[in-house]
């Protein structure tokens, strides 16, 4: 196929479809960042009142710091997951769909659109839990740029598995299976509460093989210096996770696989 007439990459394009999907959650702000920093305060509330007392350190920290980059890290991943699963399951289900695929924008661009947006969103709610959270517990960031790394790979591959359940999914209560059955357990069993160290060997095993893992550790090390597993491993996991899924999305773009009717 020649050289469209505005060029190889449509920018223009990318960066409107980039800006509609920023602008959906910033219109709700109170849903998609004021709630996230709720949501983390009342887990390092709960969680720390009940527990720390009888947990004393771990790692040598105390229990609410070794606690705070994990919840930072699900809130993160679960709403760059929800951003980009509800915005394309909604124009699937009202039927608008093609406004977003009529356009003359290629799959890697309608997929960098999409995904952009969920990575917005979850660096928003790491910065403004972090700002809330993180001074109140005294905590500072050990490696700014690891901690950053994780924030945006988690970010881009959840997002795209946020495609991937929209994209499968017809209705809300197939979309609400996939996020309890898929991307809860995920971040609830990998590490958040938790060193997966002090495990029995099998499910400390199993749990190096949960992708999450990875994002929780990693940003944990980049937030307090500590990690269960090497951060470059970690990164590395990271991003071969992001390119798979990255992949699968654009070929389903590419196809339209369940977007045309």
Do not use: C
Not at 64 to 76: D, E, K, R, S
Request: charged share 10%.
């Amino acid at each position: 196929m020649g050289e469209r007439r505005f060029g190889r990459v449509n920018w223009l394009g990318t960066a409107t479809l980039t800006r509609r999907e920023i602008a959906r959650f910033l219109n709700v702000w109170t849903q998609t960042v004021l709630a996230p920093i709720i949501t983390a305060a009342l887990f390092l509330g709960v969680f720390t009142v009940a527990f720390a007392a009888r947990r004393g350190e771990v790692d040598g920290l105390p229990f609410a710091h070794f606690l705070a980059p994990g919840i930072v890290m699900m809130a993160v991943i679960q709403n760059a997951f929800a951003n980009t699963s509800s915005s394309l399951l909604v124009s699937k289900i009202q039927r608008n769909i093609v406004d977003t695929l009529m356009p003359p924008l290629s799959a890697g661009e309608l997929v960098f659109g999409y995904v952009t947006g969920g990575i917005a969103r979850g660096l928003l709610v790491a910065l403004a839990i972090t700002v809330a959270v993180f001074p109140v517990l005294g905590l500072g960031i050990a490696h700014p740029l690891w901690a950053l790394a994780f924030v945006l790979t988690g970010s881009a591959s959840l997002a795209l598995l946020g495609l991937i359940a929209a994209t499968l999914a017809e209705k809300f209560d197939q979309m609400a299976l996939i996020t309890n059955f898929v991307v809860t357990p995920l971040s609830f069993l990998s590490g958040t509460f938790y060193s997966i160290t002090v495990l029995p060997a099998p499910l400390e095993l199993l749990s190096r093989f949960n992708p999450v893992f990875y994002l929780i550790d990693g940003f944990r090390y980049g937030v307090l210096g500590t990690s269960d597993a090497d951060p470059r491993l970690g990164l590395a996991v990271s991003l071969a996770v992001v390119v798979a899924l990255w992949l699968l999305v654009w070929s389903w773009f590419r196809r339209g696989y369940k977007l045309k009717a």
